[in-house]
């Protein structure tokens, strides 16, 4: 039983289209939910929480459905610099965020010129 | 600005040998963690520390792992002896609020190899 699955990708697309990132999740008491971001051989670095209400930062937009345990993150108008592992991770707790994180496995996307 | 850092940036050892991450916080935390990725893999949480004691650790955590605080500042990881399947990136990560978002940030990680 897969904790946290994402589609490992690669997702190869072209500068300025829109991408799209789904995940699942396993454990319905979990109430915390994070994208991460992660370049080659680097540590992973937030991007953004992750809302019931959705939220929006900049080009970045994610969501979350409870009732379905699926959370997603679009990206518009990509640039060559979002080319990174994107990492679903939802927070082992049910309440707080003080307990370990669970990272899927990541999707990658490349964005070429 | 880094929250954590760590020593060092890559550590190469042979197999049997002892080897001491070193994890060095910023400013005052509570929580701390380490994570592992093996290379290709996901990030696997290790053990969490809080208030200088373990509270959660995983499976993977066993007996040749330890973890401690010995001066109040590094926060260190130890593995007693290793074995090649420990060769990984490790990561330590602290608990923090920033702009009322609580998550985990991550120190830069140290790349383990071991021979």
């Known amino acids: 039983r897969k904790e946290v699955e994402q589609d490992p990708g690669p997702f190869n697309v072209p500068e300025g289209a829109t991408v799209a990132f789904n995940c699942t999740y396993s454990?319905?008491?979990?109430?915390?939910f994070f994208w991460y971001r992660q370049d080659c051989r680097k540590e992973p670095k937030l991007l953004m929480s992750?809302?019931?209400s959705g939220n929006e930062d900049g080009r970045f937009t994610a969501q979350l459905n409870r009732a379905s345990q699926y959370i997603s993150l679009l990206i518009r108008d990509s640039k060559l610099s979002d080319s990174a592992t994107y990492l679903c991770?939802?927070?082992?707790?049910?309440?707080?965020?003080?307990?370990?994180?669970?990272f899927g496995k990541g999707t990658k996307l490349s964005v070429k010129p | 600005e880094p929250e954590v850092t760590q020593t060092p940036s890559h550590q190469v050892t042979q197999m049997g040998q002892e080897v001491i991450l070193r994890c060095v916080p910023i400013?005052?935390?509570?929580?701390f963690y380490w994570y592992r990725q093996i290379l290709g893999q996901k990030v696997e949480f290790l053990v969490s520390?809080?208030?200088?004691?373990?509270?959660?650790k995983s499976e993977i955590f066993d007996d040749q792992f330890s973890v401690e605080r010995p001066d109040g500042s590094n926060f260190t990881l130890k593995i007693r002896s290793t074995k090649l399947e420990d060769s990984a990136m490790y990561f330590c990560?602290?608990?923090?609020?920033?702009?009322?978002?609580?998550?985990?940030?991550f120190g830069p990680g140290t790349r383990l190899t071991v021979l």
């Open positions: 991770v939802v927070n082992s707790r049910g309440t707080g965020s003080q307990g370990n994180l669970i």
């Open positions: 454990n319905s008491a979990s109430q915390s």
């Open positions: 992750v809302y019931s």
């Open positions: 400013s005052n935390h509570l929580y």
């Open positions: 520390f809080y208030n200088n004691e373990i509270s959660e």
């Open positions: 990560a602290i608990f923090l609020r920033d702009r009322s978002t609580d998550t985990q940030y």
